[in-house]
């Protein structure tokens, strides 16, 4: 089975600054996806940005990059000029394909906080 | 834009008691997913429906809950009866298929057992 780890409870980082969340998994798989999705307060669960194991570059949507790293089984998400709307409780999920295509892990979430 | 709804959004039963929560997916969504997220976790896959049918249940408490999907729209999942460990939000999602395609999340239905 496979697991996700998110070491960091919680995070906080200052406007205009840029952090990094921590995530590792566990898998024998060699193709998968990986996720982050960011869970506002009170809010929907929306997807930030997604990989493709078999894919060597890292993914990158605006502010928001990855660094994967098949080898170590790590994913990070890295948030740059952060921004208060990213205030959030952050989750680094997986995906096998086959016969639970669809199917999401989740990991614990990193609540982050972004201060003025 | 469309959205996954969900009703209710809060909801206080006593144990022992049945409770069912409501979902509709985006139109055209073929599978939709039921999650349950324990205050301070991340969510776990209760039941994954691919149209009306179950292609995932592993994880779902056959004992007491219960999903269907019957004209593979909206969606019902039931608890009964309910006990205090059930206490969670309860998320549904919808995606064009089951693929690596982006899942979308309803706003949850927070249950409450006293």
């Known amino acids: 089975a496979q697991t996700v780890t998110q070491s960091q409870p919680e995070m906080s980082v200052q406007e205009a600054e840029t952090v990094t969340l921590s995530c590792t998994y566990d898998?024998?798989?060699?193709?998968?996806?990986l996720f982050w999705y960011k869970q506002p307060p009170s809010r929907q669960m929306i997807l930030v940005i997604r990989q493709e194991a078999y894919k060597q570059q890292n993914a990158t949507e605006n502010r928001f990059s990855v660094n994967f790293q098949k080898a170590a089984k790590s994913f990070s998400l890295k948030i740059s000029d952060s921004q208060l709307g990213d205030t959030a409780m952050y989750f680094c999920a997986f995906m096998k394909p086959g016969t639970s295509y669809g199917k999401l892990t989740f990991g614990q979430g990193t609540i982050l906080t972004v201060h003025p | 834009e469309a959205e996954v709804a969900q009703s209710p959004r809060y909801k206080i039963t006593e144990k022992s008691q049945a409770v069912a929560f409501w979902c509709d997916p985006i139109s055209g969504h073929a599978t939709l997913y039921w999650y349950r997220q324990i205050l301070g976790q991340g969510p776990e896959l209760l039941v994954q429906?691919?149209?009306?049918?179950?292609?995932?249940d592993s994880q779902l408490p056959k004992d007491r809950f219960s999903a269907e999907r019957l004209k593979g729209v909206d969606s019902t999942l039931k608890i009964q009866p309910a006990e205090l460990g059930d206490s969670a939000m309860y998320l549904c999602?919808?995606?064009?298929?089951?693929?690596?395609?982006?899942?979308?999340f309803g706003p949850g239905t927070r249950l409450t057992v006293l």
């Open positions: 999602a919808s995606s064009l298929a089951a693929t690596y395609n982006e899942q979308f």
């Open positions: 429906f691919q149209d009306e049918s179950v292609v995932d």
């Open positions: 898998t024998s798989e060699n193709n998968y996806y």
